[in-house]
């Protein structure tokens, strides 16, 4: 099974960057999808951004489109997520995950089997 484990969290000012990292560990990932999820507090857990890991194909949230840049380190089995433009609204715990079971609905949340303790972001206005 594969751990998975954020960085890289913490308060940032409206209109500045954030790079988030996630570092799996216990085997390597070679297939499926890893991805990103965030949850406001009183919100419901929302999709953020995946990464097909054999094709490196990108699928972005709708609400933080054209904000965001996932990207991945194959050496260092790692994930990193880039958000620019911060709003107080993107505050939130933010998640990574792995979908290794084959489904391509990288959007659900119910079809990542391994998830990281996730982190907090914090964007002050």
């Known amino acids: 099974q594969v751990q998975l484990e954020e960085s890289g969290g913490g308060l940032v000012q409206a209109g500045g960057s954030l790079s988030l990292s996630c570092a799996a560990s216990?085997?390597?990932?070679?297939?499926?999808?890893m991805g990103w999820f965030r949850q406001a507090p009183g919100k419901e857990r929302e999709f953020v951004a995946a990464m097909r890991w054999s094709s490196e194909s990108i699928f972005y949230g709708e609400s933080v489109k054209g904000r965001v840049t996932i990207s991945r380190d194959n050496a260092e089995n790692t994930v990193t997520l880039q958000i620019h433009t911060l709003k107080p609204e993107d505050t939130a715990i933010y998640f990574c995950?792995?979908?290794?079971?084959?489904?391509?609905?990288?959007?659900?949340?119910?079809?990542?089997?391994?998830w990281g303790q996730g982190i907090q972001v914090t964007v002050s206005s």
């Open positions: 995950a792995i979908n290794t079971r084959g489904s391509d609905l990288y959007w659900l949340e119910s079809k990542y089997d391994s």
């Open positions: 216990g085997r390597p990932v070679s297939s499926g999808y």
